[in-house]
T-cell receptor
Framework: DAKTTQPPSMDCAEGRAANLPCNHS???????VYWYRQIHSQGPQYIIH???NNETNEMASLIITEDRKSSTLILPHATLRDTAVYYC????????????FGKGTRLHILP | GAGVSQTPSNKVTEKGKYVELRCDPI?????LYWYRQSLGQGPEFLIY????????DSGLPNDRFFAVRPEGSVSTLKIQRTERGDSAVYLC???????????????FGQGTRLTVV
């Protein structure tokens, strides 16, 4: 079973920041938080991951709370192409640990 | 560079027939995953290979489903006696080394849409 909880859907106006929350209250000390997104009719695409420090790359920022029980993915200037289902996943860097998807958040970017 | 390639992109088969779905991972990636996805749902884990061996096949729904990766690169998902409920998009992913931080991200193919009629 997925170890994360996400809202089923969210709307965001084009050009604004999209903030997608994720709860992972049972996360273990060695588990990382990963985010993927899936645009319609495509395979999932990796976005970002982090352990406890905030992370930023060219796609997004990841803010992890100090207790690590929740996180927020931030798309700083959302565009229509960011419309997708966003999945938050926790996983340890262990060769035996597989990637388990939940239902994700369907993000609609409104023009 | 080349990403994960899945063939065919679409497959229509009759109930009861046997099908094979192929996945070509990114060269050098040791880990390979199979998922299936039904409409409106997240990808459902099927099986995970580390090298040539199946590290975890706990997601295979029953013994009609089988997957191989004989040389540690290309993998084939095999479904016997297909049923209409097997209709879904079958996704394959690979990663460089899931045990090393920084090499764990998975790259997905575009999937094979299987329709059993």
């Amino acid at each position: 079973d997925a170890k994360t909880t996400q809202p089923p859907s969210m709307d965001c106006a084009e050009g604004r920041a999209a903030n997608l929350p994720c709860n992972h209250s049972t996360i273990s000390g060695n588990e990382y938080v990963y985010w993927y997104r899936q645009i319609h009719s495509q395979g999932p695409q990796y976005i970002i991951h982090g352990l406890k420090n905030n992370e930023t790359n060219e796609m997004a920022s990841l803010i992890i709370t100090e207790d690590r029980k929740s996180s927020t993915l931030i798309l700083p200037h959302a565009t229509l192409r960011d419309t997708a289902v966003y999945y938050c996943i926790v996983r340890s860097p262990n060769r035996d640990d597989k990637i388990i998807f939940g239902k994700g958040t369907r993000l609609h970017i409104l023009p | 560079g080349a990403g994960v390639s899945q063939t065919p992109s679409n497959k229509v088969t009759e109930k009861g027939k046997y099908v094979e779905l192929r996945c070509d991972p990114i060269s050098g990636h040791t880990a390979l995953y199979w998922y299936r996805q039904s409409l409106g749902q997240g990808p459902e884990f099927l099986i995970y290979f580390q090298g040539t061996g199946a590290a975890d096949d706990s997601g295979l729904p029953n013994d009609r489903f089988f997957a191989v990766r004989p040389e540690g690169s290309v993998s084939t998902l095999k479904i016997q006696r297909t049923e209409r409920g097997d209709s879904a998009v079958y996704l394959c992913a690979s990663s460089l080394d899931p045990g090393r931080v920084g090499e764990t991200e998975a790259f997905f193919g575009q999937g094979t849409r299987l329709t059993v009629v």
